[in-house]
T-cell receptor, first 112, second 109 residues
Framework: KAGVTQTPRYLIKTRGQQVTLSCSPI?????VSWYQQTPGQGLQFLFEYFSETQRNKGNFPGRFSGRQFSNSRSEMNVSTLELGDSALYLCASSLDPVAPQHFGDGTRLSIL | GQQVMQIPQYQHVQEGEDFTTYCNSSTTLSNIQWYKQRPGGHPVFLIQLVKSGEVKKQKRLTFQFGEAKKNSSLHITATQTTDVGTYFC?????????FGAGTILRVKS
């Protein structure tokens, strides 16, 4: 069974730009969650999608948004990038949002 | 909101020594999950505990859920260099998982 696939693996952007990250979940998993990981803050929950609906949202500004498609693939968008957005963005899929999470390798985003 | 606190933040042990990380909460924990993240890798699910007083073992790893469901622990017997990484606990809060900040384990050979 293929794991969770995130693309791209690495991204370098400048302040003010926007970025879209992609996540393909494990086949059969309808719940996709996104996390931001930084050295000082650990794993911070961004949002969770289930059957194309955002069901949970963390404490992040509106610049962070996402969506899920009918095939369960999910995208995350960050607009007006700031230096503090530099982080590893992890996507996880599961059968439901509180079931064991299967993480992708992440996208490492660097803002210059 | 719910907070899950992990201690210690960091531990450096000699290979062969034991290691324990604790996950605590001021409120009752629901379902504790433990994850391991190797350096440069992503978190990998290890185990889930749901019952008060539950103890589960995976080779040298022993996971416990406190009787009052206010804490959980992960104990590694005779650490090896392959045990290095960050160990996270996570608890269900409403319809989402809340992760602890993690314990970084370094093993000196």
């Amino acid at each position: 069974k293929a794991g969770v696939t995130q693309t791209p693996r690495y991204l370098i952007k400048t302040r003010g730009q926007q970025v879209t990250l992609s996540c393909s979940p494990i086949s059969g998993h309808r719940s996709v969650s996104w996390y931001q990981q930084t050295p000082g803050q650990g794993l911070q929950f961004l949002f969770e999608y289930f059957s194309e609906t955002q069901r949970n949202k963390g404490n992040f500004p509106g610049r962070f948004s996402g969506r899920q498609f009918s095939n369960s693939r999910s995208e995350m968008n960050v607009s007006t990038l700031e230096l503090g957005d530099s982080a590893l963005y992890l996507c996880a899929s599961s059968l439901d949002p509180v079931a064991p999470q299967h993480f992708g390798d992440g996208t490492r985003l660097s803002i210059l | 909101g719910q907070q899950v606190m992990q201690i210690p933040q960091y531990q450096h042990v000699q290979e062969g020594e034991d290691f324990t990380t604790y996950c605590n909460s001021s409120t009752t924990l629901s379902n504790i999950q433990w994850y391991k993240q190797r350096p440069g890798g992503h978190p990998v699910f290890l185990i889930q505990l749901v019952k008060s007083g539950e103890v589960k073992k995976q080779k040298r790893l022993t996971f416990q859920f406190g009787e009052a469901k206010k804490n959980s622990s992960l104990h590694i017997t005779a650490t090896q260099t392959t045990d290095v990484g960050t160990y996270f606990c996570a608890d269900k809060y409403g319809n989402k998982l809340v992760f602890g900040a993690g314990t970084i384990l370094r093993v000196k050979s």
